[in-house]
């Protein structure tokens, strides 16, 4: 019922539209309305106007409102989406496009030109209030960086010295998702070794999200795992978490949309993914690698000192044991397959550093004394 009366409703309206198109167009007719004239009366273009007027209104009307209402919903939820410091620099560029437009108007009148003038006054306008706020939404991070120099510069005593405060403004650390799902940065956070603002990306939560409801078990305890190191960083250790809300659309792979993220908001990434760190590196974006962390931290081991290892498997080479030190340390022991099993005394013979992390090479110290 409420449909057939809307239906109605849109019927008049395109009545009344289709009877004043008639009339701006030139095609009306000048009627007298009596019985002796009632067949020019019905085949007048007014007539034909309404009719129209109330077929498309009938027909055509509901369809474009509903696009209309469509169009309005979609607009709003992609206006939720866009980050609020997105919306102020896009006033901003708005604003100083279109005051621009206007002393450019008044510089050169260009509505005096004929015919034309009016349509390129507007059409100035409108390119320079595009241009200003798309350019200010692309260096939005410089012009909030601007008016923080400015507020710093503003102190109780007049004009200060804040270069050297910038100096030492610790950039935002912005988090991947191998670092999240390994779960250090947690620990390392907590003994406040970073510091500045921890930023995680929208898209980084999605990712952990597909994860966490993968159909392997080992991927969807991985992700819950990481949802809950992010848990913990956010509400029990004393450090600022973001959440990033805006995405890269057109970029497809999360690591490209990282290495544009820390571009951005000049800040740095951390990861343990070695392709991302290499990539990141090629882009001039500084990145913190756990891994080369947990490296830097292993106590220092030089040839010739003596250790206790415990033999667990054979090694590549012929008569080689391996075994591992409470850190994670690979110790290649030549000559020691024989000792698989046992704990043994054994000598450094030389250390090896790769991008996976520290070998150790040894000897057996009694074949060492043996000779």
């Known amino acids: 019922m409420l449909k057939l009366i809307w239906r109605g409703i849109f019927t008049i309206i395109g009545a009344v539209i289709g009877y004043q198109v008639t009339d701006v167009l030139g095609l009306a007719e000048d009627l007298t309305f009596s019985l002796a004239n009632i067949s020019q009366l019905v085949t007048s273009n007014q007539i034909y106007g309404i009719l129209i007027g109330a077929l498309a209104g009938y027909l055509v ?21 866009i980050p609020f410091q ?37 059409i100035v306008n409108l390119t320079l209030g595009y ?28 004009i200060l ?6 100096e030492l403004r610790a950039p935002c650390k912005i988090l991947d998702t191998s670092v999240i799902i390994d779960g250090r940065i947690a620990d390392i956070c ?3 070794f970073i510091d500045g603002i921890l930023v995680i990306p929208e898209f980084i939560l999605e990712e952990l999200q597909h994860i966490a409801d993968s159909a392997d078990i080992l991927k969807r305890n991985r992700g819950r795992r990481g ?5 913990k960083i956010q509400k029990e250790l004393d450090i600022p978490v973001q959440i990033y809300e805006k995405d890269f659309e057109d970029i497809d792979e999360v690591d490209r949309k990282l290495v544009k993220l820390a571009k951005v908001l000049d800040g740095k990434v951390i990861t343990n993914d ?10 001039g974006v500084s990145v913190l690698n756990i891994n080369e962390l947990a490296n830097a931290v292993k106590p220092v081991v030089l040839p010739g000192e003596e250790m206790s290892v415990k033999i667990i498997k054979d090694g590549k080479e012929p008569g080689q044991g391996v075994g ?12 020691g397959k024989n000792y698989i099993g046992d704990e043994i005394e054994v000598l450094v013979t030389s250390v090896l550093q790769t991008a996976a992390g520290r070998m150790i090479f040894a000897k057996p110290k009694q074949a060492e004394q043996a000779l």
């Open 86 to 122: 997105d919306i102020i620099a896009g006033l901003l560029g708005l604003i100083v496009g279109l005051s621009l437009g206007v002393l450019l108007v008044f510089a050169f009148p260009l509505a005096s030109i004929p015919r034309f003038g009016l349509s390129l006054q507007v």
């Open 61 to 81: 009307l509901p369809i474009v409102i509903e696009k209309l209402f469509e169009v309005i919903l979609s607009f709003e939820t992609k206006l939720q989406r």
């Open 190 to 192: 907590q003994t406040e």
């Open 227 to 231: 949802l809950d190191i992010l848990n």
């Open 324 to 335: 591992y030190l409470d850190d994670g340390t690979m110790i290649v022991v030549d000559e």
């Open 131 to 158: 241009l200003g706020l798309n350019l200010a939404i692309k260096k939005r991070g410089g012009i909030f960086k601007l008016f923080d120099n400015l507020t710093n510069m503003i102190g109780p005593g007049g």
């Open 274 to 283: 070695y392709n991302l760190n290499k990539v990141a590196e090629l882009q």
């Open 161 to 166: 010295s804040s270069s050297k405060e910038d």
